[in-house]
């Protein structure tokens, strides 16, 4: 029962351009997909979606955040939604096209806000031989079933999953924080990206977290063809709170205005809305 009432509710929500006459509606969204790579090691990319896909829902928008982070997904934490079982989830999608996307994607405690993710029971070698076009048809799903689809994607080149979310997202952000080696590991990934075929045109955008205010050089970002999009400090609660099983920008009583200022101006670059400071 528990189960049958958990798909009614995911159906209900599902597929919201059925509806007619919701304000929501009134202006389709350009970016659909939208793909958050790691620039470097230990920028936290599940801190920033899991706050970005609440305050995205919170716009009534069906937000669906995927984590492809096959070999050590957590984003499930970060959501506060228990983990799919062994061998459910993403990889029953991939195994099986006839798979019903509703009964694997998993609703949040947050209205308009689901998530898909790996089973963290799942075996490495289980994701090792699956194809571009298995990854592409589900990533083609989901954007025809949401409006809006967010992708953590793992900083792995060679990995299809890290390749297919670039290909085939409609923007993709690089998130950066203040090492040295930062703006080389970008122009690397690029690089092996174009040489395969994979537009980056759409990959020049970057979001600074956990930034500290050190004598940063930022400038070398823009003499590459990178545009920084938003800086967001770096906030010792935002990274408690998904411990408590808590967003930062819902949960937390008092929020660093910078914090919630560039956070937002992600929100208005992705929803067209102009939201002030």
Do not use: W
Not at 17 to 36: A, C, M, T
Not at 41 to 63: A, E, H, K
Not at 202 to 222: A, R
């Amino acid at each position: 029962m528990d189960r049958e009432r958990r798909l009614d509710r995911i159906i209900s929500k599902i597929s919201p351009r059925d509806v007619n006459g919701s304000e929501i509606y009134k202006s389709e969204l350009i970016y659909n997909v939208i793909s958050f790579i790691p620039a470097c090691d230990f920028v936290d990319n599940s801190i920033l979606i899991s706050n970005l896909g609440y305050l995205l829902s919170q716009q009534r928008l069906n937000t669906c955040i995927v984590d492809f982070k096959v070999f050590y997904p957590n984003l499930y934490q970060y959501l506060n939604v228990k983990p799919n079982k062994k061998s459910k989830g993403l990889i029953m999608l991939l195994k099986n096209d006839k798979t019903d996307f509703r009964e694997e994607i998993l609703p949040t405690k947050y209205e308009h806000l689901y998530l898909l993710s790996p089973s963290p029971q799942d075996l490495i070698e289980e994701y090792f031989d699956f194809s571009l076009e298995q990854i592409d048809r589900i990533i083609d799903n989901l954007k025809h079933m949401f409006d809006i689809v967010l992708i953590d994607v793992p900083n792995n080149p060679p990995l299809e999953f890290c390749l297919s979310a670039l290909k085939c997202c409609h923007l993709g952000f690089f998130n950066a924080s203040e090492k040295v080696d930062t703006v080389s590991n970008v122009m690397k990934l690029l690089s092996f990206a174009a040489s395969i075929g994979i537009s980056t045109a759409k990959l020049t955008n970057i979001v600074f977290t956990e930034t500290l205010g050190i004598n940063y050089d930022y400038k070398v970002f823009k003499e590459n063809g990178f545009k920084i999009v938003a800086a967001l400090p770096f906030v010792k609660a935002a990274h408690t709170n998904p411990l408590e099983g808590k967003l930062y920008v819902k949960d937390n009583p008092v929020m660093d205005k910078h914090y919630i200022k560039n956070i937002n101006i992600l929100v208005s670059l992705l929803t067209g809305k102009n939201k002030g400071d």
